[in-house]
T-cell receptor
Framework: AQTVTQSQPEMSVQEAETVTLSCTYD???????LFWYKQPPSRQMILVIR??????QNATENRFSVNFQKAAKSFSLKISDSQLGDAAMYFC??????????????FGTGTRLTIIP | ETGVTQTPRHLVMGMTNKKSLKCEQH?????MYWYKQSAKKPLELMFV???????ENNSVPSRFSPECPNSSHLFLHLHTLQPEDSALYLC??????????????FGPGTRLTVL
């Protein structure tokens, strides 16, 4: 079974600085997707960034980027120029590639990120 | 309304009550999901519906009963719950296609407290 581990329950960063959230996963699959979701205090979970395992290039979305190390099964999220609005719970998630959908997301336990003004 | 909506946002119920959670998606998706989010635990997938047919049921107790009358609506009927069922219940939807990433969009959740 796939598992996702986020070893940092809480992180804090000074506003405008850079922070990296770690995520490791366990799978025997070779093709899959990885996601970072953000859940602000309002509770609406939103997708931050995603990575296809077959792509070697790390995904980037504005201030958010990932360091995807497939051999190490590591998928960390880097937030540059941290802003107050980045404060949230961040969840790493894994999804196996399947020929047709409905494949479930496996989530980590989350990292609570605090931004220090 | 846009995205995925859930009602009510907060619910307090006794163990003998019967209540229902509602989810509606306005994205034209063909799959909907119920998740349970408890403190310090990973999100737990409870049910998946694809094209209004239940395709996954992750050993959820029978006191939780899902219903998907159409591709836009999903309900979670609750009866004789236990205090340990108190959690945030999240609904999600996705447009599932062959080999696609099938990103899931989440609703804001219903905070359920069972007394």
């Amino acid at each position: 079974a796939q598992t996702v581990t986020q070893s940092q329950p809480e992180m804090s960063v000074q506003e405008a600085e850079t922070v990296t959230l770690s995520c490791t996963y366990d799978t025997s699959e070779s093709d899959y997707y990885l996601f970072w979701y953000k859940q602000p205090p309002s509770r609406q979970m939103i997708l931050v960034i995603r990575q296809e395992a077959y792509k070697q290039q790390n995904a980037t979305e504005n201030r958010f980027s990932v360091n995807f190390q497939k051999a190490a099964k590591s998928f960390s999220l880097k937030i540059s120029d941290s802003q107050l609005g980045d404060a949230a719970m961040y969840f790493c998630a894994y999804r196996r590639l399947r020929n047709f959908g409905n494949e479930k997301l496996t989530f980590g336990t989350g990292t609570r990120l605090t931004i220090i003004p | 309304e846009t995205g995925v909506t859930q009602t009510p946002r907060h619910l307090v119920m006794g163990m003998t009550n019967k209540k229902s959670l509602k989810c509606e998606q306005h994205l034209g998706h063909n799959a909907m999901y119920w998740y349970k989010q408890s403190a310090k635990k990973p999100l737990e997938l409870m049910f998946v519906y694809s094209l209004e047919e239940r395709v996954e049921n992750n050993s959820v107790p029978s006191r939780f009963s899902p219903e998907c009358p159409n591709s836009s609506h999903l309900f979670l009927h609750l009866h004789t719950l236990q205090p340990e069922d108190s959690a945030l219940y999240l609904c999600a939807s996705s447009q599932d296609s062959r080999g696609g990433m099938n990103e899931q969009f989440f609703g804001p959740g219903t905070r359920l407290t069972v007394l």
